[in-house]
């Protein structure tokens, strides 16, 4: 049976990522939340908190939008190790 969640229970690999790269850049979950909606993904802090505590699933368009505010790679959200994406 296949399961869709991380080996620690988590529902997404880039929560603890995102979180990371917020905290770098010293803006809170609202901010991410507002400069998302600027490039047309409707998240709030709520979403933003589910998704760096690993209790929401994110989609991929997220995931572009995402790295898109932070200024990362897609690699950079979802792989430790830039190696472990090849």
Known sequence: MF???T???RNNICGRRVAYFRTELRISQRELADRL???GL???KNAIQRIE???RFVTDIE???IARVLDKTIDELLFDDPDQSR
């Open 42 to 44: 409707d998240m709030d």
């Open 37 to 39: 909606q600027l490039v």
């Open 53 to 55: 505590a690993g209790k």
């Open 3 to 5: 399961i869709n969640k």
């Open 7 to 9: 080996q620690d229970g």
């Open 63 to 65: 995931i572009i939008g």
